[in-house]
Nanobody, 125 residues
Framework: QVHLVESGGGLVQAGGSLRLSCAAS???????MAWFRQAPGKEREFVAV????????DYADSVKGRFTITRDNAKNTVYLQMNSLKPEDTAVYYC???????????????????WGQGTQVTVSS
């Protein structure tokens, strides 16, 4: 029922920054939200997660200290600020809504029932 649309991807040089947005068709205030990414030939990978209130977050070790997930529930939007980008960050980035039924950890793709179409991030060296 909730429709998610990512935006903000693009081509940047190593060391640069980019901010991704995930806009929802309805309220997200009751849902945990997450960002995942998928590089060519690789499995979909957990990136970051944020609680309903936005007060609690967690990150994959590979992006910790460089990426920041935030949300604005009044605007039905989740963000991913990406700094100090590396070529290995190149991937399609997806936002996802937690199914709110439990099961699995935050990095388990099956925990999420609604996904956006993805936005491409390419980091050149």
């Amino acid at each position: 029922q909730v429709h998610l649309v990512e935006s903000g991807g693009g081509l940047v040089q190593a060391g640069g920054s980019l901010r991704l947005s995930c806009a929802a068709s309805s309220t997200l205030s009751s849902y945990v939200m997450a960002w995942f990414r998928q590089a060519p030939g690789k499995e979909r990978e957990f990136v970051a997660v944020i609680s309903e209130s936005g007060r609690n977050t967690d990150y994959a070790d590979s992006v910790k200290g460089r990426f920041t997930i935030t949300r604005d529930n009044a605007k039905n939007t989740v963000y991913l600020q990406m700094n100090s980008l590396k070529p290995e960050d190149t991937a399609v980035y997806y936002c996802a809504k937690d199914r709110a039924r439990g099961g699995g950890g935050v990095s388990f793709t099956g925990r999420y029932d609604i996904w956006g179409q993805g936005t491409q991030v390419t980091v050149s060296s």
